[in-house]
């Protein structure tokens, strides 16, 4: 049997525990299903490690992933919705809003008015300090006071556009906050389209003047799909990195 992505020990109950005959499920390269096993659990998991172990390499990426839609639909069966499906839409909107009015949310968006504000009053000021400069030019003011002028001219337009670039940058956070915080609470392919994660996917909506093909959507929002779902299970490292990033932002 040619050797894949897993080593017959590499199934074990407790992925994280040593590969002792308690926790090993396969005994053989074969798939032989481990002898030390005791209970039923373990006996059932272990014939499912077998089975993949023994047939997963004679199947096309495709089945294999049908394969993992089947063990989720039996997960999900025992995981329900939070929201009830005859009202899925109109409660997920609920939970939009919520996102929408949150302590978060209003935060960044009053820094970005106060700053936009800030931007707007010191727009004011350079123009009347340019307007004020131009007036000592034309009345050949002393060259002291035309320099301050300058100067104080273009100060005010540096701090005018850094402020709006502030501004720019926290309502840039505020929508990727919203946006990420929605996909977290979404729970249906419906809620992730409608909380904006295939907001961007080329032909998966709808766009003026351009022609626009259901089939087509379907098709693109599924492959985008399975590059999500293959991009979690491709990094098995990627979990404890993440961390380690996020703890030291």
């Known amino acids: 049997m040619s050797q894949g992505p897993l080593d017959y020990l590499d199934y074990r109950w407790d992925e994280r525990g040593p590969?002792?005959?308690?926790?090993?499920?396969?005994?053989?390269?074969?798939?032989?299903?481990?002898?030390?096993?005791?209970?039923?659990?373990?006996?059932?998991?272990?014939?499912?490690?077998a089975a993949i172990h023994v047939n997963a390499p004679s199947l096309p990426p495709e089945k294999l992933e049908q394969a993992v839609r089947w063990l989720k639909l039996w997960k999900l069966d025992r995981k329900p919705l939070?929201?009830?499906?005859?009202?899925?839409?109109?409660?997920?909107r609920r939970v939009l809003d919520r996102i929408r009015?949150?302590?978060?949310?209003?935060?960044l968006q009053n820094r970005a008015s106060s700053l936009t504000l800030a931007a707007r009053g010191?727009?004011?000021?350079?123009?009347?300090?340019?307007?004020?400069?131009?007036?000592?030019?034309?009345?050949?003011?002393?060259?002291?006071?035309?320099?301050?002028?300058?100067?104080?001219?273009?100060?005010?337009?540096?701090?005018?556009?850094?402020?709006?670039?502030s501004s720019m940058k926290v309502a840039k956070e505020q929508d990727r906050r919203y946006v990420f915080d929605c996909?977290?609470?979404?729970?249906?392919?419906?809620?992730?389209?409608?909380?904006?994660?295939?907001?961007?996917?080329r032909?998966?909506?709808p766009v003026e003047g351009l022609p626009w093909n259901e089939g087509e959507a379907r098709a693109a929002i599924a492959k985008e799909l399975e590059r999500?779902?293959?991009?979690?299970?491709r990094?098995?490292?990627?979990?404890?990195?993440?961390?380690?990033?996020s703890h030291q932002s």
């Open 235 to 245: 990094d098995s490292e990627g979990l404890a990195g993440l961390v380690h990033y």
């Open 101 to 107: 009015e949150s302590p978060e949310q209003l935060v």
């Open 183 to 201: 996909i977290r609470q979404a729970e249906t392919i419906s809620e992730l389209s409608e909380a904006g994660l295939f907001g961007y996917l």
């Open 19 to 49: 590969t002792v005959p308690g926790n090993r499920l396969l005994e053989s390269l074969e798939g032989d299903i481990s002898p030390h096993l005791e209970y039923s659990e373990t006996k059932a998991l272990a014939a499912i490690a």
């Open 122 to 165: 010191v727009a004011v000021l350079f123009g009347v300090s340019l307007a004020i400069t131009v007036g000592m030019f034309l009345l050949e003011a002393a060259w002291i006071w035309r320099v301050l002028g300058i100067l104080t001219a273009v100060a005010l337009l540096l701090l005018s556009e850094a402020l709006i670039n």
């Open 82 to 92: 939070t929201r009830t499906h005859s009202h899925m839409d109109s409660a997920f």
């Open 228 to 233: 999500l779902t293959d991009a979690l299970y």
């Open 203 to 205: 032909g998966a909506h």
